[in-house]
């Protein structure tokens, strides 16, 4: 309780600073402009933006996203895989569950046979019954398989249980097969790098020389992964960074990464390896986004 009350204090503490610094940017440049057309206009401006970054939170798009490689059986050459990461339920959204039906109601139309979630369930503690009460309508045939963020140890004993409950697969340092008349693929999870303890060789353990998939929640883990682990695996999908959330034109300054913008959003390539970092679907601080759509990925793999 002492440590919810004090996250809360610094919540508000960093709200008051912020709009303390809005209000005396806006004096002083009300001040030197001395034109009141021109500062009605950086107002306008500034509510224009903050509509456009709300409006632009509640939107979802699909990315799709094609993988090819002669290890891909042909059993999946038609299965239709969603990822998606980041929901990020918070104080914002702890009474709405419209944002979270409306991403559900979205996966299901696609008719998953596979869905992956790359973790960051919640902010804070306090959105997780809102998100697994929502999530428990999620279908897919071959099940659902999910690593935790960062923000899931928040609450990891709760979580942990929903996850159980609702049936959803826990890759943490493990893996799953999944098989099909025509052959398997692996899906492997890795811990959380910020908060938990990621351990990539039980993670990749069961791989062998199938087709891998590896949900690694924080990209930043992919500058430590050893090469021989990048070998063995065909594609990482990777979150946490929401796209940068608010950017400009790429110029995106609130990047959660050791690495600036290097693993903001996107498919970044090695010799060895391929990761992908979804721009996710949720946010930190406001419920806004600015150049940084919330996407569901469509994974569509083809057998070179
Ligand atoms: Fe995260």
């Known amino acids: 309780m002492k440590n919810t ?10 709200l008051i600073y912020l709009i303390l610094g809005f209000c005396v940017f806006t004096v002083i440049l009300t001040v030197s402009m001395k034109n ?5 206009a950086y107002i306008l401006l500034c509510v224009s933006f903050v509509i456009y970054g709300v409006y632009e939170n509640s939107t979802i ?8 490689s002669d290890k891909i059986p042909l059993g999946f050459e038609n299965m239709k895989i969603i990822f998606f990461a980041d929901i990020q339920m918070d104080y914002f959204y702890t009474k709405n569950r419209k944002k979270i039906r409306k991403i559900v109601n ?3 139309k696609e008719k998953p046979d596979i869905i992956l979630f790359g973790g960051d369930y919640i902010n804070k503690a306090r959105g997780t019954e809102t998100v697994f009460e929502e999530l428990g309508f999620l279908k897919a045939g071959k099940g659902i398989y999910t690593v935790y963020g960062n923000h899931d140890y928040y609450d990891y004993k709760k979580i942990t249980s929903r996850l159980k409950e609702q049936g959803i697969n826990i890759l943490k340092n493990n893996s799953a097969e999944i098989k099909t008349e025509n052959g398997s693929i692996v899906i492997a999870g890795i811990d959380d790098y910020l908060r ?3 351990d990539i060789e039980k993670a990749l353990g069961g791989s062998g020389d199938m087709f891998t998939i590896l949900l690694c929640h924080n990209p930043d883990y992919f500058e430590i992964m050893p090469e021989e682990a990048k070998e063995k695996t065909d594609i990482i999908l990777s979150g946490h960074t929401h796209g940068g959330q608010l950017n400009l034109f790429g110029f995106a ?9 290097k693993y903001r959003y996107g498919m970044k390539e090695t010799k060895n390896s391929k990761i992908y970092i979804t721009s996710g679907l949720g946010g930190v601080v406001f419920p806004m986004r600015f150049m940084a759509r919330p996407e569901i990925v469509n994974l569509v793999l083809k057998k070179k």
């Open 106 to 108: 979205f996966i299901n």
């Open 253 to 261: 300054p609130f990047v959660p990464s050791r690495y600036g913008s």
């Open 36 to 40: 009141i057309y021109w500062f009605t």
């Open 196 to 198: 938990g303890t990621p």
């Open 5 to 14: 009350n004090s996250r809360k204090r610094l919540k508000i503490r960093e």
């Open 61 to 68: 798009h699909t990315k799709d996203l094609v993988i090819e």
